[in-house]
């Protein structure tokens, strides 16, 4: 291996292996995108994807239909943190309460599109992801940016 590609093989493998989880629509993979620094493109995640080794992108149809579920638990196993993701826009959850209890690993909350709603939709999204059982919630936009280095830094990613 040339000695750069160790250099970047090693710095990638001290980066946590995160894997997100949430609806569809969410905002999962826009997430996954610019910790990426990747252009922000939409696209229907139809099966689990992986980004720089180091984020899982799940469909969101794993979380909505719980014969799925499964998968999440198995997929996750790879995993050094589980980031649940609720859309702010969203009238409601699909995360069971305390289900972080599901998964052997810190749970991560994140509200997303937060910039497109005002304070109260936030703490709803916030109650939901409490509910659920994550330790840490941060409130981002993937696409303006805000939030999501706070994000990072509590990642170890910044």
């Given amino acids: ?30 997430l996954c ?3 990426a620094n990747e252009d922000l493109k939409y696209h229907k995640t139809q099966t689990v994807q992986t980004f720089n080794e180091n984020m899982i992108d799940t469909p969101g149809e794993y979380l909505e239909r ?17 980031i649940f993701v609720q859309d702010a826009t ?11 209890a599901t998964f052997t690993k810190p749970v991560v909350g994140v509200v997303s599109k937060c910039d497109l709603v ?11 992801l409490q509910m659920a059982g994550a330790t840490e919630i941060f409130c981002i936009s993937s696409v303006t940016g805000e939030g999501v280095e706070a994000l990072m830094k509590h990642l ?3």
């Fill in 1 to 30: 291996m040339h000695p750069l590609q160790s250099q970047r093989h090693d710095m990638q493998e001290k980066k946590k292996r995160l894997i997100l989880i949430g609806k569809s629509s969410a905002g999962k993979t826009t």
């Fill in 33 to 35: 995108q610019r910790i």
């Fill in 66 to 82: 719980r014969a799925y579920r499964g998968a999440l638990m198995v997929t996750s196993y790879d995993a050094d943190v589980i």
């Fill in 90 to 100: 969203e009238g409601g959850t699909m995360f069971p309460p305390s289900y972080a």
């Fill in 118 to 128: 005002s304070g109260n939709e936030i703490d709803i999204a916030e109650k939901y």
């Fill in 156 to 158: 170890g990613y910044a």
